[in-house]
């Protein structure tokens, strides 16, 4: 319990100057005085300052940030941003030795003098090493890491209290929330068996598509503290020359990375969800390929189609859907004011369509941003797949500056049946009018055929009473609006199987008749 206060004091302090700046800029004198305005170059330098500090204070605060990225509920855009750049890089010694694991569980499997450091990350560092003839990976979680996350984890929730008491009333509901699911992330990243586990079932995913690489397990050397791989070499995917000496355009490969996350997503329901550069690589034949799986989630079955239907409703910005799916998804709660929260997608909606460029992270910014005066939140397995689309599309823009997302979103949809073409949707929304016309233009033939009755029998009387007395009247206007009524009359009655639209043609042409003849008379 010692090391818990400790480590909350060091977190308190390395965070406090940046929390009183935040203060301040409320209130200029911490308890009184009016609000400031700061310049955006200042939010920046905050921004870069915070993400140091996240990355000294270690893994669990790293992985803070990563996730706060997902959060626009909770932080401005210019943060956000600069939090996506946070990529799992710190020193080899971080957390312990990894080589202590590798030779206590295989080293009587692997002939250790050809092991190699590759990359450090958070949680774990990578080696490769031969096996049987094969040069393969190993990811290692780092010695005694366990202890301290939990420790940070103790910490961070031990900040909520603080965070809550200054945070705005419309902020307090996520940060209620959002320990639990941060908790829950790292937690099931540390599980490396799951991992593996993942890792095979994605593979199998892809097992037809020649495009993607995604490395096989060494089911006999996994553990719970490593995963034995496939070694892939590849380059970083944002490498020029990489892409140029594999014959691969650029924006073709950020073609095919947006479609294979997408149907990670939306076809298989089992998706990894962190694809910033350092995880994505291009083989030297042009394949993709996806690194490094703890940030990883299945959906389940009912997850799936709710978050389908959320990307069919942003992309076709169907109002009325996108409020029925977020509501689905726990977003935002049953009894929410329905009125006023279609009233603020409108407003989304609206602003976007306003927009000359109009991106994922725009659209998903705009959306939390001006929900945050409703209590909602964002499930975890909303919020990974809010960072595969974000992170995602910056690496698609980085390889293609002009590439569109949601273009190629919607291409997605369409070829999977998730949503009808351009054309397609027309058809289907006549094929919806006609059917609901249907009854109408049923019933129409029978209920001109008594108003004809009654016609003839004189039982039809219209009375009006005049605004103004007058002398008299006009005949030929009332023969006007008869010969135009019993046109429209016969447009209806196209439609019925018996030809009646003859005789109302004909009593047209009569009613016009005497209509010309009175005009000429006057």
């Known amino acids: 319990m010692k090391g818990y206060y400790l480590r909350y004091l060091q977190v308190l302090v390395r965070f406090l100057p940046i929390a009183v700046a935040f203060l301040r800029d409320r209130r ?16 920046r330098e905050r921004a870069r300052r915070l993400t140091e500090t996240m990355v000294d204070l270690g893994p669990a605060f790293i992985k803070i940030g990563q996730v706060l990225s997902t959060r626009p509920d909770l932080v401005p855009p210019i943060y956000v941003e600069e939090f996506a750049t946070l990529q799992d890089e710190i020193p080899e010694d971080a957390g312990g030795d990894p080589l202590t694991v590798v030779e206590s569980e295989l080293g009587d499997d692997l002939d250790l003098e050809t092991l190699e450091p590759v990359a450090g990350g958070s949680l774990a560092f990578v080696y490769t090493v031969d096996y049987e003839g094969d040069r393969i990976a190993l990811k290692v979680r780092r010695p005694g890491l366990e202890p301290m996350i939990e420790r940070d984890l103790r910490v961070v929730r031990g900040l909520v ?5 200054v945070a705005d009333e419309d902020q307090r509901y996520s940060i209620e929330n959002v320990a639990d699911d941060f908790e829950a ?11 593996a586990e993942i ?31 496939e070694y892939i070499e590849g380059t970083k995917i944002t490498d020029e020359d990489a892409l140029a000496e594999a014959g691969r355009d650029r924006t073709e490969m950020a073609t095919l990375l947006a479609r294979t996350y997408l149907k990670m997503g939306l076809v298989d329901g089992v998706f990894h969800a962190d694809p910033h ?35 069919r409703h942003l992309v076709r910005r169907d109002i009325d859907g996108l409020l029925n799916t977020l509501i689905a998804l726990e977003v935002l709660d049953q009894s929410v004011d329905r009125a006023a929260v279609r009233q603020v997608l409108e407003l989304v909606i609206d602003n976007l369509e306003g927009r000359s460029e109009i991106t994922w992270r725009r659209i998903i910014t705009e959306l939390f941003s001006t929900l945050q005066e ?21 690496v698609c823009r980085s390889l293609d500056p002009e590439f569109d997302f949601i273009a190629a979103t919607r291409s997605f949809l369409v070829d999977h049946g998730f949503i009808e073409s351009e054309v397609d949707a027309l058809l289907a929304d006549v094929r919806t009018d006609l059917r609901e016309s249907a009854p109408v233009l049923a019933r129409a033939p029978s209920r001109f055929d008594s108003v004809f009755g009654q016609l003839e029998r004189g039982e039809l009387v ?9 002398d008299g009247g006009d005949p030929a206007v ?7 009524s019993l046109l429209l009359a016969s447009a209806v009655l196209t439609f019925h199987p018996e030809p009646l639209e003859i005789g109302s043609v004909v009593l047209a042409l009569v009613f016009f008749g005497q209509y010309v003849r009175h005009r000429r008379a006057g």
Do not use: K, W
Request: charged letters at 25%; proline letters at 7%.
């Open 28 to 43: 200029r004198f911490l308890v009184f005085g009016p609000p400031r305005r700061v310049a955006e170059a200042t939010h």
């Open 161 to 165: 209290p603080l965070l809550r008491a």
């Open 185 to 195: 992330i790292v937690l099931e990243e540390l599980d490396f068996g799951r991992e």
């Open 199 to 229: 890792m095979r079932t994605i593979a199998d995913n892809f097992a037809d598509d020649d495009r993607v690489r995604i490395p096989a397990t060494y089911d006999a050397l996994c553990s719970d503290r490593i995963v034995a791989m």
């Open 277 to 311: 550069p350092g995880n994505l690589a291009v083989t030297a034949d042009g394949r993709l390929v996806v690194y490094d799986y703890g940030m990883s989630r299945r959906l389940t079955e009912a997850e799936q189609e709710d978050i389908t239907s959320l990307y």
């Open 374 to 394: 409703f209590p909602f939140r964002i499930p975890p397995n909303v919020m990974l797949l809010v960072r595969v689309g974000t992170v995602g599309e910056g």
């Open 462 to 470: 219209v009375r009006t009473e005049p605004v103004e007395p007058s």
């Open 478 to 484: 009332g023969y006007a609006v008869i010969a135009g």
